[in-house]
């Protein structure tokens, strides 16, 4: 049921709105003051996600959004998340220094099959007030030539080379793709079909988001609010990710998760208690004011906020296990008691046995791996060099700096 007026089951708690103002937020448009009105309005406000299926697994950077969206929802405010199904093929050039590989609709859809079940850690797609799974090939696929035209007609060029990364491809002679500028207008275009009162995303996503905040006014007559979050960054502005090893996927497990979060820097302690975890932000000024004091190694408080994270996918118990797991692995040189075991036929290829346990993303990532001496056998404690290797007897291999798998011969 949709309440497009006042109703009683929206939570208008000043505190709580407050705390939602207060927690992870970078920028509101227009600005804080109308967001917080419309909050205390008692109107049922719409909201929405967008997320490109770029990858085959949600990560802990989506998980900023989807912890907001659900604050939304848990005060009684109607909310989207909505598959860039079809500007995923696109390809969102944000803070791309080149063109990205465009995607097939095969690719897409394979990528987003596990979204919305990972999307269940934080939204509720059942009860009273569920969250609705969106697709936006349903509308933007269905667009004549016509339709774009009457789009594009809203923005400029000048506006489109605005963005920081077309002035850099500019300054380094790299090309820039007609279809990258038209991706902002297709995430725009979105905001106009859903009719929705504000959209939510990461600081990275402002531009594309603010697309859809001029095509509302500009087409429907419409105040929509935008709202930007921080980014989890280290000190130096880097972001966890695949390339630095440290990006948590939903699909690690518990142990994954504990250990990844333990190999971030420490500048991204406090951003992670505030962004990914639900400790109160009057104990996270603590934290804060204890790390600068300099008498807490700042290890014991990252240890916390790993826990916090497994707490929230998996449960307090695993939390504990994870940390366990940790000090006997790293501490001492073990292996964790949960890796898992597989049995394989003998002389089958480590690669194809990575793939199929999902330790590596790739033959790529395989070879990357053995190029940088990153895979090893535990019993020799030897490097393992060879692209083709055969697993001939039982072998325990370590990969990266946390990942395990014990191989068994039939």
């Known amino acids: 049921?949709?309440?497009?007026?006042?109703?009683?089951?929206?939570?208008?708690?000043?505190?709580?709105?407050?705390?939602?103002?207060?927690?992870?937020?970078?920028?509101?448009?227009?600005?804080?003051?109308?967001?917080?009105?419309?909050?205390?309005?008692?109107?049922?406000?719409?909201?929405?996600?967008g997320i490109d299926p770029t990858g085959p697994t949600l990560h802990l950077g989506h998980s900023i959004p989807l912890k907001k969206l659900s604050e939304f929802q848990k005060l009684g405010h109607k909310v989207i998340l909505l598959?860039?199904?079809?500007?995923?093929?696109?390809?969102?050039?944000?803070?791309k220094s080149a063109v990205r590989q465009p995607l097939t609709r095969e690719e897409v859809l394979n990528n987003c099959k596990l979204y919305k079940n990972q999307a269940e850690t934080f939204l509720s797609f059942k009860g009273r007030n569920p969250a609705e799974f969106k697709f936006n090939s349903k509308w933007l696929a269905k667009m004549t030539f016509?339709?774009?035209?009457?789009?594009a007609s809203k923005f400029t060029v000048q506006q489109l080379l605005e963005r920081d990364m077309f002035q850099k491809r500019i300054k380094e002679a790299k090309p820039i793709?007609?279809?990258?500028?038209?991706?902002?207008?297709?995430q725009g275009y979105d905001s106009v079909v859903l009719d929705v009162d504000g959209e939510i995303g990461g600081?990275?996503?402002?531009?594309?988001?603010?697309?859809?905040?001029?095509?509302?006014?500009?087409?429907?007559?419409?105040?929509?609010?935008?709202?930007?979050?921080?980014?989890?960054?280290?000190?130096?502005?880097?972001?966890?990710?695949?390339?630095?090893?440290?990006?948590?996927?939903?699909?690690?497990?518990?142990?994954?998760?504990?250990?990844?979060?333990?190999?971030?820097?420490?500048?991204?302690?406090?951003?992670?208690?505030?962004?990914?975890?639900?400790?109160?932000?009057?104990?996270?000024?603590?934290i804060e004011a204890d790390l600068a004091s300099g008498q807490t190694n700042p290890k014991d408080y990252k240890v916390r906020l790993a826990k916090e994270i497994v707490t929230l996918y998996h449960g307090k118990e695993m939390a504990e296990k994870a940390e366990q797991d940790f000090n006997e692995t790293f501490k001492k040189g073990g292996v964790p008691e949960e890796t898992e075991e597989v049995i394989v036929e003998k002389g089958e290829s480590l690669v194809n046995v990575l793939l199929n346990n999902k330790i590596v993303s790739s033959k790529g990532d395989f070879r990357r791996l053995i190029t940088e001496g990153a895979i090893s056998d535990i019993a020799t404690n030897e490097k393992i060099k060879d692209f083709e290797y055969k697993v001939e007897t039982d072998l325990t291999v370590k990969v990266g700096k946390r990942r395990f798998l014990k191989i068994k011969i039939k």
């Open 203 to 286: 600081n990275d996503q402002t531009f594309n988001m603010l697309a859809g905040r001029s095509l509302m006014k500009d087409l429907k007559n419409k105040e929509k609010f935008v709202v930007t979050f921080k980014l989890l960054v280290d000190s130096a502005g880097k972001k966890m990710g695949k390339t630095e090893g440290n990006m948590v996927s939903f699909l690690d497990d518990y142990s994954g998760k504990f250990g990844k979060v333990m190999s971030w820097t420490d500048g991204m302690i406090l951003l992670g208690f505030e962004l990914c975890t639900d400790v109160p932000m009057d104990e996270i000024k603590k």
């Open 177 to 186: 793709h007609l279809h990258e500028f038209l991706y902002p207008l297709m």
């Open 146 to 151: 016509a339709d774009i035209i009457k789009v």
């Open 1 to 49: 049921m949709i309440f497009s007026k006042k109703s009683s089951r929206v939570n208008t708690d000043p505190q709580q709105v407050e705390e939602f103002l207060n927690r992870g937020l970078e920028n509101i448009y227009p600005n804080r003051d109308y967001l917080k009105t419309q909050m205390l309005s008692g109107k049922q406000l719409s909201i929405y996600l």
């Open 83 to 95: 598959i860039g199904d079809f500007t995923g093929m696109i390809g969102d050039p944000t803070d």
